[in-house]
């Protein structure tokens, strides 16, 4: 019995020396400070997670701008693992509140066979009793599917998880030092260990201590990338062929701290870099740079894509840090060699004229048009001084002057210069690679640079018309997002396929095909980065498309004498730039109205006016008057409301149509076009003269507006007379002859419209038929349906794919069909379209259309998915006028009117 009893005292005793014992090794148990101390010295990136609960936000509701993109799969995939975490924790409270504990969480990613990462997850325990928790958890939910076996590592045990039939999904874990740590990779685990015991830091990276001091701990996540391992990682998307300017990159800088924050319409990512001032970095090239505001992206084309914009305030010393960092990286090693020798060739020192036109602003743009090779879609354009400074330049590097081009509505005047080299890649490396930039234009004071003489033009023509990005409403968008002052900034539309292709492996372009719809939802994607307290600061983002919305409000009301005969035009002040109101009532007073609302003057005159309201510069003094038709004279008005010197002009046959306005060659030498009653049209100068040689053709007695198109070089001015369809010339002899003759309704324009590289004429006659007139004078037809004799017809993208459809707005009905005559848009209208109806087109993915019930005195607007804007309808009986905006916050005014009181509406 004392025997039974001494044993069982003693194994008390062990127990009791055994618990004792774990707990005061528990208690002295050694556990790092920081989870960053832990972290292998290759890691290529860190994330460090400072809000979980955000993280399992997105994993459960991501954006909603951002649904499909967040169903990608190489984004889904991590975080359907995460959701399944999060599932199989919640019936677990204690291992739920540890894995959203704040600060506590990093993940690290580390390079391992060939151009592949594997990642290591790290979670900040107070004790081992919550490890205990994890590990019961995990036992718990492989047993059914998997082993859980064991390997000891120094003075750890490591737990490797297998799934049956599942090897991807294999991997280990382990408790130590106070860490839960876990990675697919066990041997990751094994440096984890040693790392712990290590005097040597991740932090003592160059640059990083630095960079950790910057993180903004009040963001979700902060991201951590070493550019060493850039290169590497890239090659899993970008062709290898470009191997070479990724190792530039990986030059940019040691390392990139970014704060990362997600919201309903962007992920943003923005912070500092790291380099020392021994090692030549190439950011370090901008080093003796100041940064500033950017204006040239906003006057790129609207069918940018992509661009790659650079502010450089000295170019001197831009170009020794250039040639210093190629000289040390062997990335461009002859550039000055090529200077040197453009010199010996052709006896100019490129860089020092260079510098006597160059103000500081350079882009590349990419601006896609189907059918044409990626180097024809390049472009390069640097701002001058000055024309007189970007001429002079040009000249000294060109060989000849191509061609001088008249003004045709789709081109511009302009000399189109042949070059002797590429003059941009001589001036700033290799960046300016992807065409041979042997063309130049020169508009106002920019150099625009090309392959093709034909895409030139076109691009350089919508530079000059102000067609820019600037006014695109997706693109203001992104303002809000934007830094301020930057040396680089780079931008990219998913729309930018070809350019896609170029870069990138074959089975990443598979990718994207693949991931096609998801990634329509992104807008763009944006870097930039400048210098802040001698830092380089970083700012990218992911823009989501917004989802469609609208919120309309009224700005002002202003009562006139009567009610107004035709819509309100906007025209501009020459004086400062803003838009103000022209518009006449029933009792023919004409108001010039400020943007605010005010009368700025209002006057009498004897008769209605006919024609459309046309800004002109009589002068070419840069003042511009507003000139007209009524039945009787052309009158001419300054901004002040008085007549211009030598106008009225009385009329010898009296109008039975609105007066043309053309300025063919953009030299403000201006024609006026006028049906008369005698059955002329006639033909003055501006000064009111007849032109000689005009053949005043003889013309039917209801003409409809007359427009002006140019195709190839030749001009085509077009109208419907009730009689026959006119195709003129400059000099007024028929260009086209029609081989059959079908009226115009009487709510349809007639439209070019370039398909498929066939230039053609578009109406819709009475019955709604749709009549193609070829240049050769056949005409064709696509029937649709029957249509009311007052239907309205016109041409619009209304599915956002670069081509226009047919649109008809009838009775309560909104259609559109394509080239082919299939229907592509199909809208039931709360009101009868009882007026012209309007299509405002805000960028390539939005629109809003706009019609007037007159028997409801109603006005609707409605977003390009048909939902009614908040607001709408409004009260009114005319159509619109709208102004878009460059405001992000208002996108555009509407002018209309509710008998004799004119409102303006802003659409937020």
């Avoid at 115009?744 to 007639?750: C, K």
């Avoid at 609707?860 to 009260?875: D, I, R, W």
Wanted: contains cysteine.
């Amino acid at each position: 019995m004392l025997r039974k009893l001494l044993i069982f005292f003693t194994i008390l005793l062990i127990a009791f020396l055994s618990y004792f014992s774990y707990k005061l090794l528990r208690e002295n148990e050694v556990v790092v400070s920081s989870l960053l101390d832990a972290i292998p010295v290759d890691a290529s990136f860190i994330l460090e997670i400072n809000r979980p609960q955000v993280l399992f936000e997105i994993i459960n509701a991501p954006p909603i701008d951002a649904e499909s993109f967040f169903n990608i799969p190489f984004i889904r995939d991590p975080l359907l693992r995460l959701k399944t975490i999060d599932s199989v924790t919640s019936e677990v409270k204690e291992v739920r509140s540890i894995l959203r504990r704040p600060r506590s969480a990093m993940i690290s990613g580390h390079p391992v066979r060939k151009d592949q990462l594997e990642y290591v997850y790290y979670l900040k325990l107070d004790n081992a009793e919550e490890y205990e928790a994890i590990d019961r958890l995990i036992r718990k939910d492989v047993q059914p599917k998997g082993n859980i076996s064991g390997h000891n590592y120094e003075d750890a045990r490591i737990r490797d998880v297998s799934i049956f039939n599942r090897q991807s999904e294999a991997f280990s874990y382990v408790y130590y030092r106070g860490m839960f740590i876990m990675s697919h990779s066990s041997i990751l685990l094994e440096e984890v260990i040693r790392q712990t015991k290590s005097t040597v830091s991740i932090r003592t990276k160059a640059g990083l201590e630095t960079l950790l001091k910057t993180a903004g701990k009040s963001s979700p996540f902060n991201i951590y990338i070493n550019f060493e391992y850039f290169p590497t990682l890239a090659l899993n998307i970008i062709h290898s062929r470009f191997k070479p300017e990724l190792n530039a990159m990986a030059k940019f800088a040691h390392w990139i701290e970014l704060d990362c924050n997600v919201n309903d319409n962007a992920i943003v990512f923005t912070g500092f870099s790291a380099s020392d001032d021994t090692n030549g970095f190439l950011s370090d090239i901008f080093k003796d740079q100041e940064p500033f505001h950017l204006l040239l992206p906003g006057l790129l084309p609207a069918s940018t894509k992509s661009f790659f914009a650079l502010g450089i305030s000295d170019y001197n010393k831009f170009r020794l840090n250039f040639t210093d960092y190629q000289r040390k990286y062997h990335t461009n090693p002859d550039f000055n060699t090529n200077l040197e020798n453009y010199r010996k060739q052709t006896g100019t020192d490129l860089a020092a004229e260079f510098i006597k036109a160059f103000d500081n602003e350079l882009s590349f743009a990419f601006s896609p048009s189907p059918g044409d090779t990626l180097s024809n879609n390049v472009f390069t354009i640097i701002r001058a001084k000055g024309t007189d400074e970007a001429r002079t330049f040009i000249e000294l590097c060109s060989d000849t002057v191509t061609s001088q081009e008249r003004n045709t509505g789709t081109e511009i005047k302009s000399r189109i210069y042949a070059l002797k080299s590429n003059i941009p890649r001589l001036l700033f490396g290799n960046i300016f690679n992807l065409n041979n930039n042997l063309l130049c234009v020169i508009s106002d004071n920019y150099m625009i640079f090309g392959d093709s003489l034909s895409r030139l033009k076109a691009f350089a023509a919508e530079f000059k018309q102000q067609k820019n990005l600037g006014m695109d409403f997706n693109y203001r968008n992104l303002s809000s997002l934007l830094t301020e002052d930057a040396y680089c900034y780079f931008y990219l539309s998913p729309d930018a396929q070809q350019l896609y292709r170029h870069y990138i492996r074959y089975t990443s372009e598979q990718m994207l095909n693949q991931y096609k719809y998801g990634l329509s939802q992104v807008q763009a994607i944006v870097f930039q980065f400048g210098q802040n307290n001698k830092l380089l600061y970083n700012n990218a983002f992911i823009r989501f498309k917004p989802k469609p919305q609208g919120d309309v409000a009224k700005v002002w009301e202003l009562e006139l004498e009567s009610a107004p005969v035709a819509p309100a035009k906007l025209v501009r002040n020459h004086l400062s730039g803003q838009s103000e109101i022209f518009i006449q009532d029933k009792r023919n007073n004409i108001y010039l109205i400020s943007s605010d609302g005010e009368i700025i003057w209002k006057r009498k005159i004897n008769n209605r006016i006919m024609s459309d309201i046309h800004q002109v510069d009589l002068f070419t003094n840069k003042k511009l008057q507003y000139v007209f038709n009524t039945p009787e004279s052309i009158m001419a008005i300054d901004r002040t409301g008085q007549d211009v010197e030598g106008f009225p002009i009385k009329l010898k046959s009296r109008a039975t149509g609105g007066m043309a306005c053309f300025d063919y060659d953009s030299n403000r030498n201006y024609r006026f076009l006028i049906p008369c009653q005698d059955n002329v049209l006639l033909a003055l100068d501006k000064k009111g003269q007849e032109l000689d040689g005009w053949k005043k053709p003889i013309i039917g007695p209801n003409p409809t507006a007359i427009t002006h198109f140019t195709y190839n070089n030749k001009d085509y001015i077009t109208f419907y007379d009730g009689v026959q369809l006119h195709f003129l010339d400059r000099r007024g002899k028929e260009r086209i002859v029609p081989d059959k003759i079908i009226g115009v309704g009487p709510n349809s324009g007639i439209f070019a419209n370039n398909h498929k590289n066939a230039f053609q004429f578009v109406y819709s006659d009475s019955a709604g038929t749709i009549r193609i007139v070829s240049l050769n004078g056949m005409v064709s037809q696509i029937k649709t349906g029957i249509y009311p004799l007052h239907h309205y017809f016109f041409l619009g993208d209304v599915d956002f794919n670069k081509a226009k459809e047919y649109i008809f707005f009838y009775n309560k009905k909104f259609e559109a069909y394509t080239t082919t005559g299939a229907r592509v848009l199909n809208l039931n209208l709360d009101g009868e379209v009882t007026s012209a109806p309007t299509l405002i087109s805000l960028s390539d993915s939005t629109f809003i259309y706009t019609y007037t019930d007159t028997t409801k005195n109603k006005i609707f607007l409605h977003n390009h998915q048909g939902v009614a804007l908040e607001g709408s309808p409004l009260e009114g009986n005319t159509s619109i006028s709208y102004e878009i905006l460059e405001s992000p916050d208002h996108l555009l005014n509407l002018y209309f009117a509710q008998n004799n009181i004119l409102f303006c509406y802003s659409v937020k």
